[in-house]
């Protein structure tokens, strides 16, 4: 399979949404994932000003300030297809649970999407892990994702927010025994200085 070009990025809320369309623009990717983007009905149509890609899925994460917040997933129409798309739900900690009680939500969600781009099939994951907790939460979620997403003979990409501060070796230990490998080896930033990593098998 040829070459797959990602862009995937935080929005903080939102707060980074105008330079979107710039760094799509620039960078030109087949596939871009989203997280704390704002999934009114408002900021969906608003996608449509990246021309050439469509939304494969979307999905609300938690309540701020009574607007919600999630991560979406969406693709460059013109030679990539969607074969099938779910979302699914991740264990939170305690802390977080409560954090999400109050906001109206009681899980994480992830959103996997199988594409297919000049006649094969390859998968990708969008996830958001917590950003709450130590990092046992997030080894407990990525190891659902992984279990459930990312088996067999099929490549696939795992981007987004994994939120590893610190003793990061955990997560690449875990990423290796799936056989998958660090895609950003040289990129750390995106526009708003925070980390971006996202793994794609070797498969």
Do not use: W
């Not at 997560?171 to 950003?184: C, D, G, P």
Request: proline fraction near 2%.
């Amino acid at each position: 399979m040829s070459k797959i070009r990602v862009l995937t990025t935080n929005l903080f809320f939102n707060s980074d949404r105008e330079h979107l369309s710039d760094l799509v623009a620039q960078e030109q990717p087949d596939i871009i994932a989203l997280q704390e983007f704002c999934t009114t009905e408002t900021e969906l149509k608003k996608l449509e000003e990246l021309e050439g890609y469509v939304v494969a899925g979307f999905s609300h994460n938690y309540i701020k300030k009574n607007i919600p917040y999630g991560i979406c997933t969406l693709y460059r129409s013109i030679d990539i297809k969607v074969k099938k798309h779910v979302e699914g739900r991740l264990a939170i900690g305690l802390s977080e649970f409560f954090i999400m009680l109050f906001r109206g939500r009681k899980s994480r969600s992830v959103m996997h999407t199988i594409f297919e781009r000049g006649g094969k099939e390859f998968s990708f994951v969008n996830v958001h892990l917590s950003p709450y907790g130590s990092n046992a939460i997030r080894k407990k979620q990525l190891s659902l994702i992984l279990e459930k997403y990312c088996k067999g003979t099929r490549s696939t990409i795992i981007a987004g927010d994994f939120n590893f501060p610190y003793r990061r070796l955990q997560l690449e230990e875990l990423l290796t025994q799936y056989h998958f490998k660090e895609a950003t080896e040289g990129i750390r930033h995106t526009f708003v200085k925070k980390v971006v990593r996202f793994y794609t098998s070797t498969v």
